[in-house]
């Protein structure tokens, strides 16, 4: 990318692509990016594919001496101010996904520590867009004051000298009891074991014993839906079931028939969300075939670690998010055998053992939103 200031006859194409990348309510007028334009040219930097010629990508911004970006900075432009308070970050819908945001970013930063005065960089970002802010270097300072369209925002800064910004009590409290891996915000489900959910009773029906909650991917960073309130059963398990393994990385998902072979830790299950068919989930993913579970040492069932299993002994398949292939969350058996699963309220509570084609989610292995 060649990189420059934006100027006035540049503005028409900048105005463009903001009107193609943000909704009506909240894309600036051209009268506004003018304004900008005008008052702080040092502070619109555009990206020109070199082949082309053309303008895919810019950045713009104002000054302000306050630290958190307000409605009041957003416009206007305080050239004293110490603090740059981004505007727009937009690239052309064509050449996204190739890291020309994160490049425009480093060269915009680069420019911006040479500007005599500046302390640091503040912007307000929509929750999908956070974790790209957070790869280019800023902090998540929590939810956003600024209203702004019809979606809430959430404000990122950084400071050149070093100085981040600690979390306040009343945002590490609500993380702490959010739990939320990686500081993300994404994912709006919980974890089982938060006091938001308040364990597996908070999230089972007592009368019909469904789940009485949606059930995400257990990726803070993921927002993938895997099933509905009440699309589920709770089944508890058993002695004798198998162990699921710890969560391996979604790049060894190729692999994962195999990397299940591996000890599991022990644990005491809370049980399972019993599916009957594949069409009841929302979004599900599944692993390749694998051998079924043989039984161990301990007398439990672990699944087996042969590395081709043949045909005939390949019936188990894991359950993995169906968007970013995380997993196992659970598994099925595709014979339909019996593997020790125990429903809890059959039988007038003495339990007998389910068989049939189900497909078991976790209950630990997904994120609950009440």
Not at 50 to 75: C, D, G, K, Y
Request: charged share 20%; net charge negative; with cysteine.
């Amino acid at each position: 990318m060649d990189y420059r200031l934006v100027t006035a006859a540049d503005l028409p194409a900048a105005h463009q692509l903001e009107v193609a990348s943000f909704p009506a309510d909240e894309a600036a007028s051209l009268e506004g990016m003018q304004m900008r334009q005008s008052q702080a040219p040092q502070l619109f930097l555009g990206s020109w594919d070199p082949s082309t010629s053309q303008l895919v990508a810019f950045a713009n911004a104002t000054l302000s001496s306050s630290r958190t970006l307000t409605h009041e900075a957003m416009e206007q432009h305080d050239p004293t101010g110490s603090y740059v308070n981004i505007h727009s970050v937009v690239v052309a819908a064509s050449h996204r996904r190739k890291g020309i945001a994160q490049a425009l970013l480093h060269e915009y930063f680069v420019r911006i520590k040479q500007q005599e005065g500046v302390k640091g960089v503040v912007l307000i970002s929509k929750q999908n867009l956070v974790p790209m802010y957070q790869k280019a270097g800023f902090v998540l300072r929590g939810p956003s004051e600024v209203v702004h369209g019809q979606d809430p925002w959430f404000e990122l800064g950084i400071d050149f000298d070093g100085a981040q910004e600690a979390i306040s009590e009343k945002q590490a409290v609500a993380v702490e009891e959010e739990e939320e891996d990686e500081g993300d915000i994404r994912n709006p489900g919980k974890k089982l074991s938060s006091s938001k959910v308040g364990g597996i009773e908070g999230v089972v029906d007592k009368e019909t014993g469904l789940n009485s909650a949606d059930l995400f991917c257990p990726r803070a960073e993921c927002r993938c839906l895997l099933l509905r309130k009440g699309a589920g059963k709770w089944v508890r398990g058993h002695k004798s079931d198998f162990e699921l393994t710890s969560f391996p990385f979604r790049s060894q998902l190729p692999a994962l028939p195999h990397l299940v072979g591996s000890a599991p830790s022990p644990s005491t299950s809370h049980g399972y969300w019993s599916i009957p068919s594949p069409l009841t989930f929302e979004n599900i993913g599944f692993s390749r075939n694998a051998a079924p579970p043989q039984p161990s040492s301990s007398g439990s069932l672990v699944p087996s670690s042969a590395p081709t299993p043949t045909p005939a002994a390949a019936t188990i398949k894991y359950l993995i998010c169906a968007d970013c292939d995380h997993g196992p969350l659970g598994w099925h058996d595709t014979e339909g055998r019996d593997l020790g699963v125990e429903v809890a309220d059959e039988n007038e509570g003495v339990g007998s053992v389910r068989k049939g084609r189900e497909f078991l989610l976790d209950v630990e292995r997904v994120r609950y939103r009440l």
